[in-house]
């Protein structure tokens, strides 16, 4: 969690609780695909970047499918 505390916020001195409530316990509209999941944050969430950066550090690429043609 180093990368929170270079944004300037009350996040970067908050204990793990405090973040985990700000960051993910917003409204917002879920949207699931076959290869992904789309949240559709509300345009006054002060977090989004911060959200990004975290879903992005956090996203784990799947290998290539193997194909036996």
């Given at each position: ?51 990004h ?17």
């Amino acid at each position: 969690m180093n990368f929170i505390k270079q944004v300037k916020c009350d996040l970067a001195a908050a204990q793990p609780n405090t973040v985990i409530l700000e960051l993910f316990k917003v409204a917002t509209q879920i949207k699931q695909y076959k290869d992904r999941i789309v949240l559709h944050l509300p345009s006054a969430y002060p977090f989004k970047h911060l959200l990004h950066t975290l879903t992005e550090r956090l996203h784990i690429p799947r290998p290539p499918a193997f194909n036996s043609t």
